[in-house]
Every structure is written in C-alpha cells, then in structure tokens.
T-cell receptor
C-alpha cells in the first residue's frame, strides 16, 4: 500500500522560514505534490515534483529525493496568511489514486 | 470555466436516509476522486475512477457507492446514512499526464448525520 508521514503541527513567526517534511512509501513513484488548505476551504495545489531536486514558485519551494522517499516544502518570508494546513500527496503508478498525508497545521504568529 | 463543482454544499440527514452527492468537472480530466475529511485524519480516499467506466475502492469505501456517469460526472451515494459518515466530502479530478499529482478540488459538501 501507500502511506505518507508528515509532522502534525509547526509554528513560526512572521518573516521566518519553515520546512515541512514528508516521507512516503509507495510501490512505484509517479510524483509528489503539496497542497494548502485554509480553514473551511478546499485544498489547493501548490507544487509538483516528478524528478529529484528543488522546484521554486515564489516564496514556496519543494524538494524531492526519490532515493530517500522524502520531500519537503519550504516556505520563506512567512506571512500571517500562510497559516493553514499543508498536505503532501503521492501517486504510486499511472492509473492509481492520489493519496494524501494527514496534513501539517502551520501557525504563523506576529 | 468552473473547474470542479460539487452539490450540495451543506446537508443534514437523519440516520438511515439516503442521498447522492454530485460532482462534475469541465477540464476533460480522466481521473476523479471522492475523499472525506475528518479532524486530524487528513483526506481519506473513499473511491476513485481512473477513467470513464472504471471505479475502484479507496481506503474507506464501506457505506458508499459511486457512479462514473460519463467523463464529466462522478457521484457518491450513501444508501443508509450513519452518524459515523458525518464529515466534509471533497470531489477532485486530475489528469495522468503533465503533473499527475496535481488535483483540482470542489468546494466540499458538509454532511451531518443525526
């Protein structure tokens, strides 16, 4: 089967940098993504890693190491609006389902 | 371009009642999903459909049925609702090519079973 592990909570202050880690177990690998969800809202896509390395999108970056079955989401210059839940998600093979971790709640304080 | 549309947004059911949650996407995606979200449990997969005409069970399928009516629509049915099915339900869709782990979500259905 497939499973993902990520920390349940992370706290940080405005302007800081925070890293949210994700380890996964899949049979095969077809990509890792990160999603953001604000209270009461739907998850929204943040980033995709299909190959090893770092992908940068503005203040957010995501990293993947397939040999370690590990990835992380890096959020820089934190803002209060970044307070949300963040989920990593993987797909093991083409035609299989997208599976999510339990989510990391990020609280940003001033 | 609406993306993924779910109906209804809110629903209260009595134990034993049945209902169908509707989902439609206009992005021509092959894959569609139903997840439920409970506090501290993340998004748990109920059923998914990799393509029109196929459906497969996910992690928590008991008490649910699905229909992939056509490429656009994927419905979730609760035949006899139970309080344990009180949850927020999300429908999502994705495409296999390009960024295969990029999914688009509907706004959710908040279901309470009393």
């Amino acid at each position: 089967g497939q499973s993902l592990e990520q920390p349940s909570e992370v706290t940080a202050v405005e302007g800081a940098i925070v890293q949210i880690n994700c380890t996964y177990q899949t049979s095969g690998f077809y990509g890792l993504s990160w999603y953001q969800q604000h209270d009461g809202g739907a998850p929204t896509f943040l980033s995709y890693n299909g190959l090893d390395g770092l992908e940068e999108t503005g203040r957010f970056s995501s990293f993947l190491s397939r040999s370690d079955s590990y990835g992380y989401l890096l959020l820089q210059e934190l803002q209060m609006k970044d307070s949300a839940s963040y989920f990593c998600a993987v797909r093991g093979q083409a035609g299989t389902a997208l599976i999510f971790g339990k989510g990391t709640t990020l609280s940003v304080s001033s | 371009n609406a993306g993924v549309t779910q109906t209804p947004k809110f629903q209260v059911l009595k134990t034993g009642q049945s209902m169908t949650l509707q989902c439609a996407q206009d992005m021509n995606h092959n894959s569609m999903y139903w997840y439920r979200q409970d506090p501290g449990m993340g998004l748990r997969l109920i059923y998914y459909s990799a393509s029109e005409g196929t459906t497969d069970k996910g992690e928590v399928p008991n008490g649910y049925n699905v229909s992939r009516l056509n490429k656009r629509e994927f419905s979730l049915r609760l035949e006899s609702a139970a309080p344990s099915q009180t949850s927020v339900y999300f429908c999502a869709s994705s495409e296999r090519t390009g960024r295969p782990t990029e999914a688009f979500f509907g706004q959710g259905t908040r279901l309470t079973v009393v």
